[in-house]
């Protein structure tokens, strides 16, 4: 008798179910070896299979966070590429600014520029209007708390918002000024509003009531906090009351720009006067003015507005003669303007108060303290008024950018 023999069904029972175990066997290291993994199914091992489901979501959720960090980044690159086309046309309007606020252009040239500024106002808009990014609009305001999945559990977060960059919603912030509050004379006292070069109503400031002491300081509240300015005379020049402000800015985030400019109406005859400037009510580095005026135009003014700019070196101020027939004397530093021992024939006049043999020999000018900052910002009710300014501040927009005039020119160099 052959050993081993299949001579019974227990037998062939037995060894079918070792072949069918064997197979198994052969087809589950089969799969171990093409898929590489030590558990395919929960049969393999069922607490191994469950871990490693855990760690195949974990893997997953990290694959698609990386996905959505890169769709982050392309739509911040899509963002920050038209911001710089934005930048690149603000840098521009700088240059065409600077260029209108030099006074030798004429009134066509200065319009011509501004045509071409108002172009470039309205790609700004443009670009904010129609940059998107997955049917986004990206830059006109709407994009507003979006949130960006970067990881593979909830609450791993980014959440990204970006402003509207239109024209009319880029500016600078900047304090409006009150009703014009008066040439001061060389006592503080308020004499009448003058004219700014323009001829319009203009603001002298930081005269008045008086100082902004320790005791009575004004209160400047910014975006990054609040400060407390001080100043020692009332009669103290623009320049000073903005270097004490800017003295502030890394508190108040709320910075200060200084300008002296007066437009004088003239009456033919011959004029004499001292010309200085100064920090207060004293005159400082004067210098005798002579001249004989021939007539309210720029041809008649043309002798008086050469003796004085001839002096510029000493006093700081210059003189122009605009299409008015004004006489504009400027500080560009923001140094008062004094004028002492009026004599003559002729006479200079602004906002009620006229210098002549007769009438007022003296008076100092001070000028126009101009606060602006990138975000809100707000004086104080009891000495806003000292420097001429309203208690809260107002969006100048790139959209209000008007250069067809120097002085809107000057200001477009601020709002740029």
């Known amino acids: 008798m052959l050993s081993g023999a299949i001579n019974t069904n227990v037998s062939a029972l037995f060894a079918l179910n070792s072949l069918s ?6 087809s589950q290291l089969e799969q171990q070896l093409s898929t590489g993994l030590a558990i395919n199914s929960p049969a ?23 996905a959505n960090s890169n769709e982050a980044i392309s739509l911040v690159q899509t963002a920050n590429g038209a911001l710089t086309q934005q930048v690149n046309i603000l840098q521009q309007i700088s240059s065409i600014a600077d260029q209108a606020a030099n006074g030798i252009n004429s009134t066509a040239q200065l319009a011509s520029l501004q045509q071409v500024v108002s172009q470039l106002q309205t790609q700004v808009t443009t670009i904010s209007q129609q940059t998107q990014f997955s049917g986004l609009n990206l830059l006109d305001g709407s994009f507003q708390g979006v949130q960006f999945q970067v990881g593979p559990n909830e609450g791993q977060t980014l959440q990204l918002s970006i402003g509207n960059t239109g024209a009319n919603q880029l500016g600078v912030y900047q304090s409006s000024a009150v009703t014009a509050s008066g040439i001061y004379d060389t006592t503080g006292n308020a004499t009448g509003g003058p004219a700014d070069s323009t001829g319009a109503s203009f603001t002298i400031t930081s005269g ?23 100043i020692s005379t009332a009669n103290e020049s623009a320049q000073d009351v903005a270097g004490a402000i800017n003295a502030s800015t890394p508190t108040t985030n709320v910075s200060a720009v200084a300008d002296t400019s007066v437009a004088f109406t003239v009456t033919s005859g011959s004029i004499s006067f ?39 070196g000493q006093t700081g101020v210059t003189a122009t003669a605009n ?57 104080d009710s ?35």
Do not use: H
């Open 21 to 26: 175990n064997t197979s198994d066997k052969t």
């Open 44 to 66: 393999d091992n069922p607490a191994g299979y469950i871990a490693a489901q855990g760690f195949t979501t974990q893997i997953g959720g990290v694959n698609q966070a990386i």
């Open 208 to 230: 008045g009531a008086g100082a902004f002491s320790t005791t009575n300081p004004l209160g400047v509240s910014g975006s990054a906090g609040a400060a407390n300015v001080t």
């Open 274 to 312: 001292t010309l200085g400037n100064g920090n207060g009510g004293a005159q400082t580095n004067a210098v005798n003015i002579s001249a004989t005026v021939t007539g309210a135009t720029q041809t008649g003014l043309a002798s008086l507005v050469s003796a004085i700019n001839q002096a510029t």
């Open 323 to 379: 299409s008015s027939g004004q006489l504009v004397l400027t500080q560009a530093q923001g140094d008062n303007i004094s004028i002492a021992g009026y004599a003559g024939t002729g006479t200079l006049a602004a906002g009620g108060q006229t210098l002549s043999t007769a009438g007022s020999q003296a008076v100092t000018v001070q000028g126009v303290v101009t606060m602006q900052s990138d975000q809100n910002f707000a004086l």
């Open 382 to 416: 009891t000495n806003a008024s000292e420097i001429g300014l309203n208690t809260t501040s107002s969006l100048s927009s790139l959209s209000s950018v008007n250069v067809s005039t120097t002085a809107g020119a000057n200001a477009a160099l601020s709002v740029v």
